[in-house]
């Protein structure tokens, strides 16, 4: 079984479609919010206000829900509502005074007039007192303002770590959290340098930024990251650039031998020697022209013809953060091979969207990804199906854990959701693994990390899953 992991990031939304209106309609929400409050302000006399006054916290245990239930993207949305209701179905009670009583959801559509500000705003006004959702990275920062005036946390489903911050948590798996875990798995190997070949959008940017902070929060020296524009010409030019292929090619013994640099990248350490020797990947360097003979060859007339170029010095990196999918990868692949980037010397990462073709990349053997253990999942599925009679989308595993943190705060908190206890250290138990809400909005997920097989074997589970970082906070 493997996973799909979804990137909505306010700059691209691909795959769903675009609420240009209800984002119109929540800034006119806003904007009316902001002059009433301005009035108030303004009022003098006795018994007027004498300043701002802190929202109060919000006591109910009403759980409200934010998503497109008309619309394009409907059907996602009832999926996620599915997902909830199915935590609520099997953990729905509260206990208030003493007494145990079933917890109300309160569902509001994000696509209707309005958009999610509107939602978030009645949900407010219907004393609700937490919010699962919104679904993207736009919609969760309309819905913000109007929440954080009420007190309700929001429980966002959205990956963009942008929208994080305190009383708004990010559900989804994020890319930073997935970089955090490889280069922590890295490091323990042995690789001290770092660098990145990345596409120049959202999510490639998302997982430069996490190698940036991973680094230097894990004493690493700050790491090389280079964005491509996708063209093929584009991805071979600068892979050899960032690789310093012209240099380590004149620095290439006549025979074909290179002459180490002085600072040699460390080998791999053990575990990692079943991909020694091998150029990724052999497949696509062995067809490439002219580079698979290392002797010279001779025109008809006898005339030598310039020698195929010679193996060469390790790359000035020991790990490479790729971020491609599908042609784009297929590029950056021959684009490694083309440069002489080696599995002997460089540890290949990726991100987690890679699980769900696994079976694709046997030229990548090697290559590292981190993302939840499947397995993890069996027992959700096993009952999401048994009540709704189909496989649930992964989105599903997001609204269950959102929903699951709501039921099991509302059984230990006598009002409300608290902060402290919405972060507490023990976490959560999620579909996926244990999890753990941070104070800054983030979510700690357990990651494993997954070596890719050759031959369309996938991946198998190379380091469990655990939610322990080296990242602060």
């Known amino acids: 079984m493997t996973r799909t992991y979804s990137f909505l990031s306010k700059a691209s939304t691909r795959g769903l479609a675009g609420n240009g209106a209800g984002r119109k309609a929540g800034m006119v929400v806003l904007g009316t919010v902001g002059l009433a409050m301005a009035g108030c302000a303004d009022q003098s006399g006795p018994g007027a206000a004498t300043g701002p006054q802190a929202p109060k916290a919000a006591t109910s245990h009403k759980i409200g829900v934010l998503l497109p239930l008309t619309g394009p993207n409907a059907a996602l949305g009832h999926e996620l509502l599915a997902g909830a209701q199915l935590a609520l179905a099997e953990n729905g009670t509260s206990t208030t005074q003493g007494q145990a009583s079933a917890l109300q959801m309160d569902v509001h559509d994000t696509a209707a007039v309005g958009g999610a500000s509107a939602a978030a705003t009645a949900a407010a006004e219907a004393g609700d007192g937490i919010i699962l959702g919104p679904l993207t ?5 309309a819905a913000a303002p109007a929440a954080q005036s009420a ?19 990010v559900m989804g798996i994020t890319p930073e959290d997935q970089v955090e875990r490889l280069v922590a798995t890295a490091r323990q190997e042995g690789r001290h340098r770092f660098a990145a070949f990345l596409p120049d959008n959202p999510l490639g940017h998302a997982l430069g930024n996490g190698l940036l902070a991973s680094c230097r929060d894990q004493g690493l020296m700050s790491p090389t990251i280079v964005y491509h524009t996708g063209s093929q010409a584009s991805i071979t030019q600068m892979m050899r650039e960032l690789s310093s292929y012209d240099t380590r090619r004149a620095e290439a013994q006549p025979d074909g031998n290179a002459s180490a640099p002085a600072s040699t990248p460390a080998s791999p350490a053990t575990g990692s020697t079943d991909t020694a020797d091998k150029i990724l990947p052999s497949d696509l360097a062995a067809a490439l022209k002219g580079g698979s003979d290392t002797s010279a060859t001779a025109s008809a007339d006898g005339a030598a013809q310039t020698p195929a170029v010679p193996k060469l010095a390790p790359p000035p990196f020991d790990a490479l953060l790729l ?10 692949i021959g684009a490694l091979a083309d440069s002489q980037v080696s599995s002997a010397n460089v540890r290949i990462m990726g991100p987690g969207l890679w699980a769900a073709f696994a079976t694709k990349l046997g030229a990548l053997k090697g290559a590292w990804y981190a993302a939840p253990d499947p397995s993890s999942r069996q027992s959700f599925a096993s009952r999401f199906m048994a009540r709704n009679h189909h496989m649930p989308r992964p989105l599903a595993d997001l609204s269950y854990d959102a929903a699951k943190v709501a039921t099991t705060v509302a059984r230990v908190a006598p009002n409300g959701y608290p902060a402290d206890v919405l972060t507490r250290s023990e976490g959560f138990a999620g579909v996926d693994g244990p999890f753990t809400l941070l104070p800054d909005g983030r979510t700690r997920r357990a990651l494993g990390v997954f070596e890719v097989l050759d031959n369309g074997g996938g991946a198998k589970l190379l380091v469990p899953a655990t939610t322990k970082s080296a990242v602060s906070g």
Request: proline share 3%.
């Open 323 to 332: 971020g491609d999918t599908g042609l784009g990868l297929k590029n950056v």
């Open 151 to 169: 007190s309700m946390p929001v429980l966002a489903f959205t990956s963009d770590v942008g929208q994080a911050r305190n009383g708004v948590w």
């Open 137 to 141: 990275a736009v919609d969760t920062a």
